[in-house]
């Protein structure tokens, strides 16, 4: 058993003034293999006024200091990767195949910050004004719990970058994951203060630092419900955010695209993380005229993807994070089954031989109407849901048709009509004939995918202030 039992603040390991204990359990067997000790609000408050005090000499720090900060960060995580992979397997469920390549991506995150920051112009000259970008102050980060190495890493390396200092509460599941990282960051030598970090709850911990007046700017990533009620809750100390939501990517499949490339993409797009993933593809739009053979390929793509223990290095699918998690989607594979979709594959229950864990049977339901749950909410799980149109027009119109923006997919044999159609497409990512992320370039959704962007300069922006100056060249 792994007891976890203490938070960071002000550059050290400290017993927290919260004493509720939440378990720790392996979603692959349901098995308890620790606790972590939650903080409160007063936990929370020590840590937002250690931020403080720390951004007084942080933000005079030089970029060469800085840059050099973040290099130590990356090379600490990347030191553990194996620890850092396996707590990865243990207490979130992703597979042996992903979860190295995961903190290597968190570092990675550390040095794309890295490199925006020897590349940002801090000041330059518009007329006669001198505009410089200053830290925003403090910043409260909190972070869900399907990417929680590297959620947390895009936006502590935004911070540093632009001199922030941090106070960061990460997901109550991810307490194995948020000690190991935390002692990545005490490791890499950072002044006391500039990073710290309170397991807790949201209703806690998490209100606190949306409430609390010396924190300038909440960057969140969660759901849009949570989303939500952070903005309302920081209208009052007026503090900027930047909100990394839900979504209900739509990926669009034209007539004249290889569909024996882009089918299993598909399929592989909606179950990426165990289905658990933000920018999932869990809308398919085929031509009508093809549903046939597109059922046949999403078939034959799920039978070709190993479901089982995340530890084998040849599964690809592992568990549902938490056992409330593997309901809800047990739920909407219901609500799909009574609104009258048709199964494909998959269905209700465990997948035979795997019954003890949160594991769910990848599901792929065809003649998806827009009206349907299974349509129209963000479900979480390998869930995909085919649904058909009869001209691009009404394709587009289709993928539109939602409150969420935050990635899309589109093949096609023809790249300018690709480019078209991403110019008419509401999402903040656009993935054209399989390719993959940039990860230095800016990320983040449309309507009620979110607010502002992340990674790279964009997310440097992100924390800094504007300051315009006249007259700094006007001798009295
Ligand atoms: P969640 O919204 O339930 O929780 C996210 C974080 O917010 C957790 O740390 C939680 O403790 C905290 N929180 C909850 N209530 C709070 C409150 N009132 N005040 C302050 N903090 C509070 O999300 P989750 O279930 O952990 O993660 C899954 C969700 O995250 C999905 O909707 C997914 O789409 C989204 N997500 C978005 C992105 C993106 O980049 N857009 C990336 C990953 C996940």
Redesign the pocket.
């Known amino acids: 058993m792994r007891n976890l039992e203490q938070v960071y603040i002000n550059g050290k390991f400290v017993t927290p003034q919260g004493t509720d204990r939440q378990e720790l359990v392996n979603p692959s067997t349901r098995e308890v293999f620790g606790t972590v000790t939650l903080g409160n609000e007063e936990d929370a408050k020590l840590a937002i006024a250690a931020a403080k005090a720390a951004f007084t000499s942080f933000t005079k720090t030089s970029v060469q200091e800085r840059a050099a900060m973040l290099q130590r960060l990356n090379d600490a995580i990347l030191d553990r990767t194996d620890e850092l992979a396996e707590a990865n397997i243990l207490e979130y469920g992703a597979p042996r195949m992903a979860a190295a390549g995961r903190v290597k991506l968190a570092a990675a995150n550390l040095m794309d910050s890295k490199e925006a920051l020897e590349q940002f112009e801090f000041v330059h000259y518009i007329g006669k004004a001198k505009v410089v970008s200053e830290p925003v102050g403090v910043i409260a980060i909190?972070?869900?719990?399907?990417?929680s190495y590297s959620?947390i890493t895009a936006k502590l390396g935004a911070a540093i970058a632009a001199g922030c200092t941090v106070v960061i509460?990460?997901?109550?599941?991810s307490g194995l994951q948020t000690q190991l990282l935390t002692e990545c960051f005490h490791a890499a030598d950072i002044p006391a203060g500039v990073i710290n970090v309170v397991n807790?709850?949201?209703?806690t911990?998490?209100?606190e630092?949306?409430r609390n007046r010396d924190v300038a700017m909440?960057n969140?990533?969660?759901?849009?419900?949570?989303?939500k009620?952070?903005r309302r809750?920081t209208v009052d100390s007026m503090k900027r955010v930047t909100?990394?939501?839900?979504?209900k990517s739509p990926n669009i499949v034209l007539d004249d695209a290889d569909f024996a490339k882009a089918i299993p993409a598909a399929v592989r797009s909606c179950y990426m993380n165990n289905g658990?993933?933000?920018?999932a593809g869990t809308r398919l739009f085929v031509p009508e005229h093809r549903l046939d053979e597109v059922k046949l390929l999403a078939r034959e793509t799920v039978l070709s993807m190993k479901v089982g223990l995340p530890s084998e290095a040849d599964t690809m699918l592992g568990p549902i994070v938490t056992e409330k998690?593997y309901n809800q989607v047990q739920h909407y594979i219901r609500a799909g089954l009574q609104e009258g979709a048709e199964l494909v594959i998959g269905g209700e229950g465990h997948p035979e031989g795997l019954e003890q864990g949160n594991f769910v049977k990848p599901t792929v339901f065809a003649n998806v109407t827009e009206a349907m749950a299974i349509a129209k909410e963000?479900i979480?799980g390998p869930v995909l849901s085919i649904l058909t149109y009869r001209t691009e027009e009404e394709a587009v119109e289709m993928a539109n048709n939602t409150d969420y923006g935050?990635g899309a997919y589109i093949s096609t044999s023809n790249l300018k009509k690709a480019n078209d159609l991403a110019s008419r497409i509401q999402a903040g990512v656009i993935l054209i004939n399989g390719a993959g992320f940039e990860m230095k370039a800016p990320?983040?959704?449309f309507k009620h995918?979110?607010i502002g962007r992340?990674y790279g300069i964009h997310g440097l922006q992100d924390c800094l202030e504007t300051k315009t100056i006249t007259g700094f060249d006007l001798p009295m």
């Open positions: 909190i972070t869900p719990w399907n990417a959620q509460k990460p997901s109550e599941l807790g709850l949201g209703a911990v998490g209100a630092l949306t909440v969140f990533t969660g759901s849009t419900r949570v989303g009620e952070i809750s909100l990394e939501l839900g979504g658990q993933a933000c920018v998690q963000e979480f935050l990320f983040g959704g995918s979110g992340e």
